[in-house]
Structure formats: structure tokens, C-alpha cells
């Protein structure tokens, strides 16, 4: 019953390295987005997906790359990290887009020196 | 676009306290409201919504109630508990719609309870 995990939990990264943020889900679930918090900005959407094969940008895209090739994964690609994308990362699922909850993992806290 | 506006505290109250937390939001169409409630080290939870005028979201003590004209979703409960220290989220759907484009959260309540 694991619901929505990801990996790591904890990163350190320094100016121009890259790296993937992993996320899986167990539900089945159609729609899986990614968010950033940050304090006293609550969370913002930066890319999602609707199904398999489907992304779409947020809110606050840039710097960040997505794909979905199976309906259980969903990775986060920062090409070239910059301090500015130190922040908690979450990933989050839901049956459809819309009224369905979301189901959210536990997070990543990101650092970038 | 859409946005969503709530106190951001900290709020702090002691046990047994009556709890309010507001949220008014303006968005177009007719969206579908939520509380999410975040505890230290974990990611977010669905604790209510509603999704349409005059709609009662209810859970674990918690109550709010859609009112279209005033625009609001406020998070009520009678009597909070030590276990309800946590920050609260109000969002609500997308202006995609489908909502596809995800919810829209506010920027959080920290809400902590004294014993």
C-alpha cells in the first residue's frame, strides 16, 4: 500500500549539475503533477501529466523537464541546477484530473550551492 | 487568473479552542474547493472539499462550507487538539476545464495547538 513514493528525500547539488527526481505511484492513477514549496509562496504547479505519453508545463516550468512513458512513473529533470530551484519537491497523483484528490508523496528537499 | 488567499499565522490557540481559518478565492467558472493539511516531514492530505455552492466538506471535526457569494471556504472546528498542529491549505481547482492544469493552493495556515 504505498500510495505515491519519492526518491531521494534529501539532495545536495551544486550550480550546473543535473539530476532526476524520481517519482512512482501504485494506484493507477491517470494524472500525476509535480509541485514546488517554497516558503510564504504555498505550492506551484511546474509540469503535469494526464496520462501516459501526455505532459503539460505549470505554472513554473522553467529549468524543469518531465516525461511519462509508463502510467506508474513520473521523474522531475533539472538540467543545469541553479539556486533559485532550491525548494521542497512534491509529487502528487489522482484517479482524473479535476474534483479526484490528490494523493501526495512525502517530498524531496532539494539544495543547490 | 485564479488565486487563493488565507491568514498565514502562525495561529496558535490552546486545546479545546474553537478554531476558525479563512479563505476567500476568486476564480472563474465554477471550481471545485479544497483543505489539504500538511503534517511536520510529510506531504499534503486531502482533509475536505466540496464541490459546488452550499456544499458541506466534512472530516475528522473539521467543517467549511462553499459560499459562492462571499466567495469563501473557511475551515472550521469546535474543539482542536494538540494532534491538529499542522499547516493548512486551501486550493482549488485549475482554470483548465478539466482542472489538468492542477490545483491552486494558497500560501498556507500554520496552525499550532498548545496542551
Known amino acids: 500500500n504505498a500510495g505515491v513514493t519519492q526518491t531521494p528525500k534529501f539532495q545536495v547539488l551544486k550550480t550546473g549539475q543535473s539530476m532526476t527526481l524520481q517519482c512512482a505511484q501504485d494506484m493507477n492513477h491517470e494524472y500525476m503533477s509535480w509541485y514546488r514549496q517554497d516558503p510564504g509562496m504555498g505550492l506551484r504547479l511546474i509540469h503535469y501529466s494526464v496520462g501516459a505519453g501526455i505532459t503539460d508545463q505549470g505554472e513554473v516550468p522553467n529549468g524543469y523537464n518531465v516525461s511519462r512513458s509508463t502510467t506508474e512513473d513520473f521523474p522531475l529533470r533539472l538540467l543545469s541546477a541553479a539556486p533559485s530551484q532550491t525548494s521542497v519537491y512534491f509529487c502528487a497523483s489522482s484517479y482524473e484530473a479535476g474534483n479526484s484528490p490528490l494523493h501526495f508523496g512525502n517530498g524531496t528537499r532539494l539544495t543547490v550551492t | 487568473g485564479d488565486s487563493v488567499t488565507q491568514m498565514e499565522g502562525p495561529v496558535t490557540l490552546s486545546e479545546e479552542a474553537f478554531l476558525t481559518i479563512n479563505c476567500t478565492y476568486t476564480a472563474t467558472g465554477y471550481p471545485s474547493l479544497f483543505w489539504y493539511v500538511q503534517y511536520p516531514g510529510e506531504g499534503l492530505q486531502l482533509l475536505l472539499k466540496?464541490?459546488?455552492?452550499?456544499d458541506k466538506g466534512s472530516n475528522k471535526g473539521f467543517e467549511a462550507t462553499y459560499r459562492k457569494e462571499t466567495t469563501s471556504f473557511h475551515l472550521e472546528k469546535g474543539s482542536v487538539q494538540v494532534s491538529d498542529s499542522a499547516v493548512y491549505f486551501c486550493a482549488l481547482t485549475g482554470r483548465g476545464g478539466g482542472g489538468a492544469d492542477g490545483l491552486t493552493f494558497g500560501k498556507g495556515t500554520h496552525l499550532i495547538i498548545q496542551p
Open positions: 466540496a464541490t459546488k455552492a452550499d
